[in-house]
T-cell receptor, first 112, second 113 residues
């Protein structure tokens, strides 16, 4: 069965510092990997995806993620955090079954 | 222009009632989904339709029945509502050829009293 692990319930970072939100996955076949962001009382918004090609993918709002096949990881990164980045972040995977599986979410808090 | 819309946004009802939530997407996508997000923000897929055909039907009580009248619409009907059905329900859509990223509606907050 495919699964996604987001090991941190919460990540705290100071504004202007780099941020990383971790994600590891388990899937049969080639993975399709995604990051989504959810602001309070809103639906999820797509940030970026990896399907094939360059291991470093760039997405919306200055976010990027690095696909690491050997470590089965897809960590979300941003060089300089903004207070407005504070939100709930979800990693998701879909594999051969085409059923999308989401992680439990990581709350990112950026302090001024 | 709203890409994925849901109605109603809020739904408060009593146990035992039957209710429906409607979803529409104007993105031209071929696949639509229903998700349930509980109070701990855990997101679980319930159903998925591709071109009006049911392709994903996860472990969901029979009281929940999806209906897709056409590619742009996916409705969710819930019979005999229970307290545990209280959650936020999200509709989403995606397109296979663009990589399956999903676009979510604003959610319907269902409260069963």
């Amino acid at each position: 069965a495919q699964s996604v692990a987001q090991p941190e319930d919460q990540v705290n970072v100071a504004e202007g510092n780099p941020l990383t939100v971790k994600c590891t996955y388990s899937v049969s076949g080639n993975p399709y990997l995604f990051w989504y962001v959810q602001y309070p009382n809103r639906g999820l918004q797509f940030l970026l995806k990896y399907i094939t090609g360059d291991n470093l993918v760039k997405g919306s709002y200055g976010f990027e993620a690095e696909f690491n096949k050997s470590q089965t990881s897809f960590h979300l990164k941003k060089p300089s955090a903004l207070v407005s980045d504070s939100a709930l972040y979800f990693c998701a995977v879909r594999g051969g079954s085409y059923i999308p599986t989401f992680g439990r979410g990581t709350s990112l808090i950026v302090h001024p | 222009d709203t890409a994925v819309s849901q109605t109603p946004k809020y739904l408060v009802t009593q146990m035992g009632n039957d209710k429906s939530i409607k979803c529409e997407q104007n993105l031209g996508h071929d696949t639509m989904y229903w998700y349930k997000q509980d109070s701990k923000k855990f997101l679980k897929i319930m159903f998925s339709y591709n071109n009006k055909e049911l392709i994903i039907n996860e472990t969901v009580p029979n009281r929940f029945s999806p209906k897709s009248p056409d590619k742009a619409h996916l409705n969710l009907h819930i019979n005999s509502l229970e307290l545990g059905d209280s959650a936020v329900y999200f509709c989403a859509s995606s397109q296979a050829r663009s990589g399956y990223e999903q676009y979510f509606g604003p959610g319907t907050r269902l409260t069963v009293t």
